[in-house]
């Protein structure tokens, strides 16, 4: 039987959290407290997440996993973290490059956003010659 889910509640899941002080940031899943809550931890050194209880509706799980025993040392984690390339693999996800995306926008000046606009109607002409282009070629055959 296949499985529904691929997304688990469990001991080294990589989250995002998506509310509070840290949000934006990923954290590791240490241990989980009850039902409702977990013990996470950045690690702070690298993400800037303390270890902390937070609350299953406070962060987002991706899919990104890496071996930990239960209630890990930090600088166990720190290890395991960096040698997992978690931070690498959360820039490649293409969750990661919306927020980025997000972020880059909401930062942007009007000078930005007027070149950005001048950029897209440039880009917008090119796109429409050549369509122009292969409509006329495939008339004249």
């Known amino acids: 039987v296949m499985s529904l889910f691929t997304r688990f509640v469990e001991i ?29 931890s950045g690690p702070q050194k690298i993400t800037g997440v303390p270890r902390h209880a937070l609350s299953f509706k406070r962060m987002s799980l991706t899919d990104i996993k890496i071996n930990i025993e239960r209630s890990v040392r930090q600088k166990a984690l720190i290890k395991a973290f960096t040698e997992g390339q978690v931070l690498e693999k959360w820039e490649k996800t293409s969750w990661a490059k919306k927020r980025a995306a997000r972020v880059k926008r909401a930062n942007m000046n009007d000078f930005d956003r007027f070149k950005a ?22 008339r004249t055959k």
Not at 12 to 40: F, H, S
Not at 124 to 131: F, G, L, M
Not at 132 to 137: D, G, S
Request: glycine fraction near 6%; charge should be positive; avoid cysteine.
């Open 12 to 40: 080294g899941r990589v989250v995002l959290v998506n509310y509070g002080p840290y949000e934006g940031k990923i954290a590791v899943i240490i241990d989980v407290i009850d039902q409702n809550t977990a013990l996470v």
């Open 117 to 138: 606009m001048l950029a897209k109607k440039r880009k917008s002409h090119i796109v429409q010659d050549a369509q122009r282009k292969l409509i006329k070629a495939s």
